[in-house]
C-alpha cells in the first residue's frame, strides 16, 4: 500500500545500593508481580515494535475538567460506524472530532497477527495544534496518530479517545492515522507558526512538541509514514525550535531527516526509559521496545550528533520508585550518551485510573489500598512525595552533570509570561504538575 500522504543492544550494569535517608519511600518494598532489582538479560524484542510516549498531555492540551468529555451536541451529524464502535453506541450522534472518526474507513495493513490493532484513516483538518495550557512549556503540538499501540498502563492521554466517543481502554486497539498531515503541516506552518513567541518576549521561535498524546515511532509508522512525512516537512525550514518524545528505537530509522533539521533548527529528542527491568518494563508498557533498545537508540543518535536525553517519566510510586531504580536508569543513560535527565510522578486521569487501577488490584494488589487513598480526589499524588521525588531527581542530575534540555534553557534564559517548566524536575520542586508527566511514552 502507498504511503497515507501524497542494532545490537546494549548492556547495562545495574548495581543496588544502600538505602539512605532521603529515600522516597511510601509504599510497601517488592511488588508482589516482579522479583527484586537485578541484572537481568533482556529477552528477545517483540516482533514488529517499537518505542512509546507515556508522558505528555492535550487533544492535545489536557482537558479543564472531568466532566468535558462526551457533552458534545448529539442532535445532529452522523452514526458513527459499526468498525469503530459497539452496536450499543452506534445511533449516537456525534460532531467533531467523533464525527471525523465515525466516517473514518478502515486503513490497509500488511500486519497478519491477531494481535494487531485496528487502523483507521481519520480526516483531519488540522495537524499543528496549538496549546494554550501554561502548565506546559510549548506552544505547539504534533500527534501524527491517535491511539498508540504500545499499551501503556499508566497513559495519560487514554483521554483522547473520549474526544471521539470512544472508551480509554480502545486507546491501544483502534489506531487513527492521519491523513493528509504533510500538506496540512506545510500550510499550517506558514499561517500558524511564529519565529518569536510572545513567552519568550518576542526573541525564541515558538516550540513545537512533537509526541504529546500518542508514540510517534508507534509500529503503525513502519507502514503508513506518517511522522516521517512531518519531518520532512519541518526540514524544509530554518530557526524553529521541535522537540520530540518516544518509547521506540525506532526513531533511528530517520536519522537523515532529524540531521537535516538539527542543522537547520534547535531540535531536542527525549527518549523515555521508565525502569532497566525487562520484566516490569513488559509489564508495565506491553508492547513498547524494551528498555535496552531504547538505550541503544539514545547511544546512536548521539553518535550522530544530535541532542537527546532521557525521561524516566513516569516515576510510578511503589513499582519504579525503589531504592536504585531510578538511579540505574539515569546511569545507563549517561553512559548511553543522554545529556539530560527528567521524571515526574504518575498522574492519573479518569481514563487512565480506569485502565491502571484494576492493574494495580490484580499485579501489585499490596498496593491497591494506598492507590485509591492517593488518587481518590484528584490526579496528583501528595505533595510531600512529589517534592522528595523532585529533590531526588535534582540530585540525580547533579551527580552525573545532566544538563537542562537545550530548548528548556532558552525558556529560562527570557521573560516568561508562562509559568516555570513545572515538569523538569531539577528546575521546580514539583515536578508533576509537568505536563501530566510529558510522555507517555
Keep these: 500500500m502507498s504511503p497515507i500522504h501524497s542494532l545490537p543492544a546494549l548492556r547495562f550494569r545495574m548495581r543496588r545500593r544502600h538505602a539512605s535517608p532521603t529515600t522516597v519511600r511510601l509504599f510497601p518494598e517488592c511488588p508482589d508481580a516482579i522479583s527484586p532489582m537485578k541484572t537481568v538479560s533482556s529477552p528477545a524484542p517483540v516482533a514488529d515494535q517499537r518505542g512509546s510516549i507515556s508522558d505528555r498531555p492535550t487533544t492535545d492540551c489536557p482537558p479543564a475538567s472531568r466532566t468535558q468529555h462526551g457533552t ?15 452496536p450499543e453506541r452506534a445511533p449516537a450522534r456525534l460532531v467533531g472530532i467523533a464525527r471525523l472518526a465515525a466516517s473514518s474507513l478502515l486503513a ?10 485496528e487502523y483507521f484513516l481519520l480526516p483531519v483538518k488540522s495537524i499543528l495544534n496549538r496549546c494554550d495550557s501554561k502548565r506546559v512549556p510549548f506552544e505547539w503540538t504534533i500527534n501524527p496518530y491517535r491511539g498508540c499501540e504500545f499499551a501503556c498502563k499508566y497513559c495519560y492521554a487514554r483521554y483522547t479517545h473520549e474526544y471521539m466517543e470512544l472508551d480509554g481502554s480502545e486507546f491501544e486497539k483502534k489506531i487513527y492515522v492521519k491523513k493528509d498531515a504533510a500538506p496540512l503541516l506545510a500550510g499550517e506552518i ?43 516537512e519541518l526540514a524544509k525550514r530554518e530557526g524553529m525550535s521541535i522537540s520530540i518524545i518516544t518509547k521506540s528505537n525506532q526513531i533511528v530509522r530517520d536519522l537523515d531527516v532529524l540531521q537535516r533539521i538539527a542543522e537547520r533548527s534547535d531540535l531536542a529528542i527525549d527518549i523515555t526509559v521508565t525502569t532497566m527491568r525487562p520484566r516490569l518494563a513488559r509489564l508495565l508498557e506491553p508492547r513498547a521496545p524494551l528498555p535496552n533498545l531504547r538505550l541503544a537508540a539514545v547511544k546512536e543518535l548521539h553518535e550522530a550528533g544530535l541532542a537527546v536525553g532521557v525521561s524516566a517519566s513516569p516515576l510510578v510510586p511503589g513499582i519504579t520508585d525503589g531504592e536504585g531504580e531510578l538511579e540505574a ?22 481514563s487512565s485510573a480506569k485502565t491502571f487501577l484494576p492493574f494495580v488490584r490484580e499485579k501489585f494488589p499490596r498496593l491497591a489500598k494506598q492507590y485509591e487513598e492517593w488518587y481518590r480526589e484528584n490526579g496528583y499524588a501528595p505533595e510531600e512525595y512529589r517534592r522528595k ?14 544538563r537542562t534540555r537545550p530548548w528548556v534553557e532558552k525558556k529560562h534564559t527570557t521573560p516568561c509570561a508562562q509559568l516555570p517548566l513545572a515538569w523538569d524536575a531539577a528546575a521546580v520542586a514539583q515536578p508533576v504538575e509537568q505536563a501530566h508527566s510529558y510522555a507517555a511514552g
Design 389 to 402: 521525588a523532585s529533590e531526588r531527581v535534582a540530585r540525580i542530575r547533579e551527580k552525573h552533570g545532566f
Design 72 to 86: 458534545q451536541n448529539r442532535e445532529a451529524g452522523p452514526v458513527r460506524n459499526d468498525a469503530a464502535v459497539s
Design 108 to 117: 490497509e495493513t500488511r500486519r497478519k497477527s491477531a494481535e494487531k490493532p
Design 329 to 350: 536508569v539515569a546511569a545507563a543513560a549517561k553512559e548511553a550518551g543522554a545529556q539530560w535527565f527528567f521524571s515526574g510522578v504518575l498522574f492519573l486521569m479518569p
Design 190 to 232: 506558514s499561517r500558524k507558526y511564529s519565529y518569536h513567541s510572545k513567552a519568550s518576549g518576542y526573541t525564541q521561535a515558538e516550540h513545537i512538541a512533537i509526541g504529546t498524546a500518542t508514540d510517534p515511532y508507534q509500529p503503525a509508522e513502519r507502514e503508513y509514514g506518517v511522522t516521517r512525512a512531518c519531518l520532512e
